[in-house]
């Protein structure tokens, strides 16, 4: 956490003989250089995985459950868009123009990048501490109470105090988990579970979802869930200040020289 | 931790980070050229989604060489029968279609030591074979039917393909309709010359009276229509070069996914 490295930087800062209150003292960053950099590759590849998805979703916006399922077939639910397809029975009068080609192509190379910066954020995670320290949750913060207070707070879009802004709490903690460790590798997952060819070297990948359309219903469902994660992210970004801490995950730092900060700290 | 001052360990950091960079960048040209030589970079390699294009490509080449499409119990075949929507046939087939497809034939030329024009009757002397695989489109739907006809590497064998022959090119009756596999897929058991559907022969609205299937790419690769195969160690010499009529028209060349 931030508190175990700030006190010992500020000891040896006086231990050179410089005073210890100087606000141009460096303050250990909010977030390292590779969260900072893996976080914004990843919202890029977010922004365009989920723009082509949209695309690719709305050339068939049909759901459906188990192996098959086409215009000849009942359907799980459908969404209430238009198509961009002629052959799909939408209720709508138009059709939207087919751009499934570069979304694909895009789908795809975002997958990769996202994958790839996924692992090297995985691995560092777990060799710098970063997990163990700033995302697992301390065992005393593991109570209904705590977490159902963090969410009254919330819901009453409470800004968050300055001691929150330097460590997350239990809520954000498991919140963050959630993400990386289950959603993430779960729209990998269906994701693939969709590929023909890949289902032929892995056919268990598909089988266990109950089927290429299941596999294809749930790769929607995890994304909205992704896009819920989004909207309350940034929300919460937005409540607890935009700019600090949009300047935090650019330069890592936060706005310094606050006395409050360090009291709460300690 | 403390020992090192913040500037001197971003300076590291600096250092390692350029060096990791420098090696990453030569080890991708490494990658590159080994990829080519195994023939796992695709034709549409090119521009801005060509990493993501040859990504994939070479994964899957890798991981499914020889892997079988999933195939499915009789009692799991689409009913009724799913078509997808085709342009209107053109006079041309029109008219080999109003004398029983008794003409349709299936030229196969290129790289082989006999090029050879296959009626369909000639097709059907080979042993018969069927599977029940699920058709994908990329749109999103799929179904499931049984599709009866040869494995195109009994075709091949019998003309004799080149060794060096990497691809095999093919083309519907239809105007600006063709595609191409590699060796992999060609060769591959459950890539077939389909001319029979869920024990019936195959309706035109499928594809009929021959399509080829490959079951392990999207429906898109399963051309309709199709009268003129041949093999290839160059993909450039076709169209505009990218493989197929699909990157043409914006959709990747390998379809696996």
């Known amino acids: 956490m931030a508190d175990s490295t700030y006190i010992p930087r500020a000891a040896s800062a006086v231990s050179r003989g410089l005073p210890a209150a100087i606000p141009t003292v460096t303050p250990p960053a909010r977030h390292s250089a590779l969260v900072r950099i893996t976080h914004w590759i990843t919202t890029v590849c977010f922004f365009c995985l989920l723009v082509s998805g949209v695309e690719i979703v709305i050339s068939h916006p049909r759901f459906y459950w188990g192996e098959t399922g086409n215009d000849l077939t009942p359907t799980l639910f459908k969404l209430p868009i238009p198509a961009s397809r002629d052959l799909v029975p939408t209720g709508y009068r138009y059709v939207l123009p087919d751009e499934n080609g570069w979304s694909r192509y895009l789908h795809f190379q975002s997958a990769w990048v996202v994958i790839f910066i996924g692992m090297l954020y995985v691995v560092r995670g777990l060799f710098s501490g970063h997990f163990r320290k700033d995302l697992f949750p301390d065992g005393a913060d593991l109570s209904w109470r705590t977490v159902g207070k963090i969410i009254g707070s919330h819901l009453r879009l409470q800004r968050p105090s300055e001691a929150e802004s330097s460590s997350y709490n239990v809520v954000q903690r498991l919140t963050y988990l959630f993400v990386i460790f289950v959603l993430f590798p779960f729209v990998i997952w269906t994701g693939l579970a969709m590929s023909p060819a890949f289902v032929s070297a892995v056919p268990a990948a598909v089988n266990v979802l109950g089927g290429q359309q299941s596999a294809r219903t749930l790769h929607f469902g995890v994304s909205l869930a992704l896009v819920i994660f989004l909207l309350v992210h940034v929300g919460m970004v937005w409540l607890a200040g935009f700019r600090s801490r949009m300047r935090a995950m650019i330069t890592g730092r936060m706005i310094t020289g606050r006395a409050s900060t360090r009291t709460d700290l300690i | ?257």
């Open chain 2, 1 to 257: 931790m403390s020992e090192l001052s913040p500037r001197k360990l971003s300076r590291r950091k600096l250092i390692t980070t350029g060096l990791a960079a420098a090696a990453g960048v030569g080890g991708l040209a490494v990658a590159a050229r080994i990829a080519d030589k195994y023939g796992l970079v695709p034709p549409d390699h090119g521009g801005f989604y060509g990493l993501g294009a040859t990504m994939t490509y070479a994964a899957q080449r890798l991981l499914t060489r020889h892997s079988l499409a999933r195939e499915f119990p009789r009692s799991m075949i689409s009913k009724p029968p799913f078509a997808n929507e085709v342009a209107p046939p053109s006079d041309a087939f029109k008219r080999l279609q109003a004398g029983g497809f008794a003409d349709w034939r299936l030229t196969v030329t290129g790289m082989v030591a006999r090029p050879a024009s296959f009626s369909l009757d000639q097709l059907k002397s080979y042993t018969t074979q069927s599977q029940i695989t699920m058709v994908q489109c990329e749109e999103g739907w799929s179904y499931i039917a049984e599709w009866i006809g040869v494995p195109l590497f009994r075709v091949l064998q019998a003309v004799e393909v080149h060794p060096d022959a990497r691809y095999a090119v093919y083309f519907s009756m239809e105007p600006d309709w063709w595609d191409s596999i590699d060796m992999a897929d060609a060769l591959h058991p459950q890539t077939f010359l389909t001319y029979g559907m869920n024990g019936d022969i195959l309706p035109v609205a499928s594809g009929g009276p021959l399509r080829l299937r490959v079951p392990r790419q999207i429906g898109y690769k399963s051309v309709k229509y199709l009268t003129h195969l041949t093999l290839t160690d160059d993909l450039k010499k076709f169209g505009k070069g990218l493989g197929s009529a699909s990157p043409e028209s914006g959709y990747s060349w390998y379809a696996g996914i």
